[in-house]
């Protein structure tokens, strides 16, 4: 199956196609995940249900705002053999024999690169407020470690990507060749997921 999938907030557009068959519309703001929107969830139940073959977009932004949510998105997408088609960038994630294209990986490879960029700019702006505040001696906060909590290090893009290989049952050798890591930085992830428990799917 071939599906058409819109995110909007202009209520004139829901109903213009709300009744076309295999279009899916979610009226909501995109800074929602993908998989958290009442369609998305049903597109990715659908994948799971090996029913979808193609999903076709307007553009890439309608799968949402944060940059690892999209990449997780197409992930998912390509992991269960579904090629996604972006009309605006004129993309198409696999070929017609179901291999990933050559450009789909230069584009995911500068798209991780940007979110890495992404999260690089907001841990460097969020340190320097907290910098500000202590001049100022407003800072309540204890300090130290705290920058460097289990959260933040799960949010990492590149920890991300390296728990979601391991969830899949991935050696830590593997994991580090295809997230282009040390394998230390693989064993680490993995030594911390499992004792706060993110191995779990």
């Known amino acids: ?3 058409f999938y819109i995110q909007t907030n202009n209520p004139l557009e829901v109903q213009k196609i709300s009744n076309m ?33 193609k999903v076709i977009v307007p553009s890439i932004s309608v799968l949402g705002r944060n940059q690892i949510d999209v990449l997780n998105t197409i992930d998912f997408f390509i992991n269960n053999d579904v090629s996604l088609i972006s009309q605006a960038e004129r993309l198409e994630t696999m070929d017609e024999y179901g291999r990933v294209k050559s450009d789909t990986i230069l584009f995911l490879n500068l798209f991780r690169s940007l979110a890495n960029m992404e999260y690089k700019n907001r841990k460097s702006s969020h340190r ?6 202590k001049d100022l001696g407003r800072y309540k906060g204890v300090g130290g470690r705290q920058l460097d ?5 799960f949010e990492k893009p590149k920890n991300i990507n390296i728990l979601r290989h391991l969830k899949r049952g991935e050696s830590i050798r593997r994991t580090a060749k295809l997230v282009g890591s040390s394998t230390g930085l693989v064993q680490k992830v993995k030594r911390w997921a499992i004792d706060h428990n993110k191995l779990e799917n």
């Open 128 to 133: 320097f407020g907290i910098q500000k505040a």
């Open 149 to 153: 909590s289990i959260e933040g290090f």
């Open 1 to 3: 199956m071939i599906i």
């Open 21 to 53: 068959d295999n279009h899916y519309i979610d009226f909501c703001p995109s800074i929602i995940p993908f998989v958290k929107r009442e369609k998305g969830s049903l597109v990715f139940a659908l994948i799971n249900q090996k029913k979808v073959s």
